[in-house]
């Protein structure tokens, strides 16, 4: 697993969400083309009041523009909830056939109040090292 130098940070109502992505070269096949990246993210809950995860929205731009939107309930098949002052982390992998490109996102979320929010997760770059590059 290498590190990434290429993630985002970004606060929404006092939720600031990090993103670290990582190249998997073990997981790749550039000769497919398969590049996987995997990605740890840090959700980190700084109001006053509880808030709870209830679906995610990505949007995965390849470097050659093609796109795609991924939908789903939860992250990693939980909803977790996150109390004042607590952060929930959790690690996820994305495959592309580029050996770069983009993901970004929203986490659809609802605060214990019953209000509905989008955080937004900002655009992180998932792209091979130049040590790994194959041509």
Do not use: K
């Amino acid at each position: 697993m290498r590190e990434g130098r290429h993630g985002s940070e970004h606060t929404t109502e006092n939720v600031t969400i990090r993103v670290t992505p990582r190249y998997l070269p073990e997981q790749s096949d550039p000769s497919e083309p398969r590049y996987v990246f995997g990605y740890h993210i840090d959700v980190r809950n700084n109001a006053s009041e509880g808030i709870q995860i209830l679906s995610r929205r990505w949007r995965i731009i390849e470097s050659d523009g093609e796109a795609h939107e991924v939908e789903g309930e939860g992250v990693i098949g939980l909803t977790p909830h996150i109390a004042p002052g607590e952060s929930f982390h959790y690690a996820s992998y994305c495959p592309i056939r580029t050996e770069w490109g983009t993901m970004e996102g929203v986490y659809i979320a609802r605060w214990d109040s019953g209000r509905q929010t989008e955080l937004t997760v900002a655009r992180f770059y998932l792209a091979v090292p130049r040590t790994e590059v194959t041509h």
